[in-house]
């Protein structure tokens, strides 16, 4: 499944913070697009992220027959509990930041009802910080590589993140965090999303118009001044545009310092998206200059929740404080 934030017009677009994964919409739109009456299971709390500030990896070794998608070839920390320890530790930084504690359970009570804590868990896990985790619930055995000392590296920083988050702080949490997870796939072999591709590459499709099966060949990332309106044609530039972004960093992480200037802020009152043909990989915008998202910013944060600028520092996680409020009867 796609992030909940394809298909929204770039006029609506909200920060998606660390209520979804990549800082393009707000947990609204995710829960819409990834709503379900799944119910996350607490995680073991020896196995990384425990709700607390001293969480400790797990150093049991994992079933040497596991030849699943949680299978490491180091002891410790395994891909599934990875996943959703990164999801309690963004959702312990959310309630830290919002109500004062970090430890808010299921059906907490927080100012506006209670809190959600099994769907927060749930989202936040499925994206991670900044899409660090977009994908990787689908990994194979041999099409990845998880380390594990960055593995507890995010899952710390994540939940000792500041509330006024600083562009500096936020680029070291997401390098952390997609380096945690690395693709092996090599290039020109086949792959079913980006996260399978080895750093560097992205996951070109086969089928570029789409939406659903995103598979193709590993292909190296698109340079500066190269073309990215050529890897997604859905029908939906809104669509496309984050699509897009695949092309022109690893995992649209901004590794490169480069994104895909898909959208003229300077036609009309609201914008429009430029001819295909003009969708290039460019150096990132300065701060007080207009973005879509995070990695448009060459220092700051794409304050997506307001006026669509880039700034530092950026109140990040304050901005998801009633995505996961229930409200009282």
């Known amino acids: 499944m796609l992030p909940s934030h394809y298909g929204v017009p770039m006029k609506n677009l909200r920060l998606l913070a660390f209520t ?5 919409l707000s947990s609204a739109f995710m829960l819409a697009a990834c709503s379900d009456d799944t119910v996350v299971t607490p995680i073991d709390t020896d196995s990384g992220v425990d709700g607390g500030t001293d969480a400790k990896a797990d150093t049991s070794t994992p079933d040497a027959t596991d030849s699943g998608p949680d299978a490491t070839a180091d002891a410790g920390i395994t891909l599934d509990n990875y996943i959703t320890n990164v999801g309690e530790a963004l959702c312990n930084a959310i309630t830290r930041c ?4 970090p430890n808010v359970p299921d059906g907490g009570a927080v100012t506006g009802g209670t809190f959600g804590r ?25 099409t990845f590589v998880l380390d594990q000392a960055k593995a507890q590296q995010c899952m710390q920083q994540a939940e000792a993140m500041q509330c006024d988050l600083s562009g500096a702080s936020l680029r070291q949490i997401r390098s ?3 380096e945690a997870i690395s693709g092996t796939v090599a290039k020109d072999k086949a792959c079913k999303a980006d996260i399978e591709c080895a750093p560097g590459s992205f996951c070109n499709p086969t089928d570029p118009s789409s939406l659903t099966n995103r598979a193709g060949t590993c292909q190296p990332l698109r340079g500066a001044g190269g073309n990215c309106g050529d890897v997604a044609n ?19 992480a901004g590794d490169t310092g480069l994104h895909c200037d898909s959208f003229d802020f300077t036609a009309g009152p609201d914008g429009a998206y430029r001819a295909r043909a003009d969708w290039k990989c460019m150096a990132g915008v300065d701060n007080g200059q207009k973005c879509s998202s995070n990695v448009w910013c060459k220092t700051g944060i794409c304050d997506t929740a307001n006026d669509g600028i880039c700034k530092d520092p950026l109140e990040i996680l304050q901005n998801s404080c009633t995505a996961f409020v229930i409200p009282a009867p």
């Open 234 to 252: 859905t029908g939906d530039e809104d669509t496309d545009q984050q699509l897009a972004e695949y092309a022109c960093s690893s995992r649209a």
């Open 20 to 24: 979804t994964g990549t800082l393009f």
């Open 118 to 142: 099994a769907q927060c868990v749930k989202q936040q896990a499925h994206f991670g910080f900044e899409q660090t985790n977009f994908g990787a619930e689908d990994l194979t055995s041999g």
């Open 176 to 178: 952390v965090c997609f």
């Open 98 to 101: 919002c109500f004062g504690n």
